[in-house]
């Protein structure tokens, strides 16, 4: 393998791995949040838990998608092209 | 909860789950195989005629989609009669449709715009959770080697035609064109110009890419959720071979993941609606 390769593969890989471990930060501080306050809401209307376990988990799968960008973003790198 | 099962759903349901056992002692006992060659690369036909992106389709996708549509017509014909004692099949499919009902009935302000809206939501909601749903399944799929493509039965699961981008896509932008053709209806179409004028006429370009961004985010949702759930289940069962079994995986990313975003994806389209009738 020719430097030039070996370069632009040790390139894939490290961008791959900044791009998904700095794009989880944020999608599990909102997820943090949003099950924080679901168990607040929860511990105070114990009546309530059917519905706030729902809508909590719809929540976070909105939440979710900013790491499923960087997600998609890294198999890109990876494996297209 | 109690359930009270007759013969014949008895018999179905002993089958299936008998089926479905079998098929994962088959899966393991015949070798699964963990390479990770060819992951995450597709099919894709180069038509006779034409050139560019246009004249490239993905033949599973295709062939996925009638099939699911098939599957979706044929259990529609059989919900044809409506009783007043609802059975068991029609009160789940009650539940399910009233509780769309209800989201839209919050969400969309305007009387005249509910139905059709719940008709888009529901079309949407259903075929993309049977479409979700497949993937907890082993199936027919298929490897693109550089040999050449390789159909491969119940070694992987269904291939699903929501973890092709194109299909995402095409209802995202599906549902941002209904969403402007409502506002205009609904507003006229003096009112719906002037709303991208809105607060201040410096702000058009802000509008114009807050509404180009909607379809983006909407389609690539669920693509990643999808499409990172099967190749994840793949690189989780090449670092701990012998430990989680794929199929059980599969049953998380399939049911669970695939129910939940089903129904984002039929919410978001309820709410990109609902917002711009206001």
Redesign the interface.
Known sequence: MEMADALVQMGKYIGAGIAMGIGAIGPGIGQGNIGSRAMEAMARQPEMVGTLTTRM??AM??A??TG??S??IA?MIL??A | MKLNLTRNEKLFLSVFAIVYAALIIYVIVTGYEYALEGVGIRWIYQLPFGEGPLSRINPMTVFMTWGIMALIIIVALNFRKFELMPGKRQTLMETLLGYMLELTEDAVPRKRFIKPTFTIACTLFIFILISNIITAFPGLNTTVTEDGVKLTLFQDTWYSPTSDLNTNATYAVMVLFISHVFAIKAKGLSTWIRSFFQPHWLMLPMNIISEIAKPISHSLRLFGNIMGGGLLVLIISYLIKYFVMPPFLWGFFGLFIGAIQALVFSMLAIAYIGSLLE
């Open positions: 988990l719809l799968a909105v979710e998608s499923l960008y997600l998609v198999f494996l297209v």
